[in-house]
């Protein structure tokens, strides 16, 4: 079954508005991996967030972590149409191995210019 | 520092073919990982590679192999291919340490006619 699900599947806005996507996992983790995948092409890493943080910032991406709801989400401020993409939370695998990820299904964000 | 390459970026290849795709890590990354993604499953890990040994492996058949060399590089196998193995594979390399980031490549998009 899956670990990480993201909440919405997909996600449709005007450029210049905030993107929120969520991400809910099952296990206790020690860590969650934020992604991006522009159409068929490979996974671009955004941001790592340990379970002793509670938020963390890179750019214009805000990711936050609440452990005791099992879950995640992702911010895009100011959205742009080049933040167009699928967005994906990872979560460790066994004993907390990030070589063996666990991926949701992903929220497709399309921002219209 | 160069990203993760994957090679060829594209296949085609017949069904009973085999087939093997090839990935460098960055450099100094001794873990590589083999991820397929397909939009029934979505994204699988296969297995991981440290050191030239597999430490972990999916839920995936025999079929399904790898190697790793000395310097990292990593060969993935599929022999007797069938039309359910076309798929995007991705590979991701990582210090392999608990709780490092897994960066991934481009992929190989496989198509088995």
Same mark, same amino acid.
């Given at each position: 079954? #899956? #670990? @990480?699900?993201?909440?919405?599947?997909?996600?449709?806005? #005007?450029?210049?508005?905030?993107?929120?996507m969520?991400?809910?996992?099952?296990?206790?983790?020690?860590?969650? #991996?934020?992604?991006r995948?522009?159409?068929?092409?490979?996974?671009?890493?955004?941001i790592?967030?340990?379970?002793?943080?509670?938020? %963390?910032?890179?750019?214009?991406?805000?990711?936050?972590?609440?452990?005791?709801?099992?879950?995640?989400?992702?911010?895009?401020?100011?959205?742009r149409?080049?933040?167009?993409?699928?967005?994906?939370?990872?979560?460790?695998?066994?004993? @907390?191995?990030?070589? %063996?990820?666990?991926?949701?299904?992903g929220?497709?964000?399309?921002?219209?210019? | 520092?160069?990203?993760?390459?994957?090679?060829?970026?594209?296949?085609?290849?017949?069904?009973?073919?085999?087939?093997?795709?090839?990935?460098?890590?960055?450099?100094?990354?001794?873990?590589?990982?083999?991820?397929?993604? =397909?939009?029934?499953?979505?994204?699988? /890990?296969?297995?991981?590679? /440290?050191?030239? =040994?597999?430490?972990?492996?999916?839920? *995936?058949?025999?079929? /399904?192999?790898?190697?790793?060399?000395?310097?990292?590089?990593?060969?993935?196998?599929?022999? =007797?291919?069938?039309?359910?193995?076309?798929?995007?594979?991705?590979?991701?390399?990582?210090?392999?340490?608990?709780?490092?980031?897994? *960066? /991934?490549?481009?992929?190989?998009?496989? =198509?088995?006619?």
């Amino acid at each position: 079954s #899956q #670990q @990480g699900e993201e909440d919405p599947q997909a996600l449709s806005i #005007q450029e210049g508005e905030n993107a929120t996507m969520n991400c809910s996992y099952k296990t206790s983790i020690n860590n969650l #991996q934020w992604y991006r995948q522009n159409s068929g092409r490979g996974l671009v890493h955004l941001i790592l967030i340990r379970s002793n943080e509670r938020e %963390k910032h890179s750019g214009r991406l805000r990711v936050t972590l609440d452990t005791s709801k099992k879950s995640s989400s992702l911010l895009i401020t100011a959205s742009r149409a080049a933040d167009t993409a699928s967005y994906f939370c990872a979560t460790p695998g066994d004993g @907390g191995s990030n070589y %063996k990820l666990t991926f949701g299904k992903g929220t497709l964000l399309t921002v219209n210019p | 520092k160069a990203g993760v390459t994957q090679t060829p970026r594209y296949l085609i290849k017949t069904r009973g073919q085999q087939v093997t795709l090839s990935c460098s890590p960055i450099s100094g990354h001794r873990s590589v990982s083999w991820y397929q993604q =397909t939009p029934g499953q979505g994204l699988q /890990f296969l297995f991981e590679y /440290f050191s030239e =040994t597999q430490r972990n492996k999916g839920n *995936f058949p025999g079929r /399904f192999s790898g190697r790793q060399f000395s310097n990292s590089r990593s060969e993935m196998n599929v022999s =007797t291919l069938e039309l359910g193995d076309s798929a995007l594979y991705l590979c991701a390399s990582s210090l392999g340490g608990e709780g490092t980031e897994a *960066f /991934f490549g481009q992929g190989t998009r496989l =198509t088995v006619v």
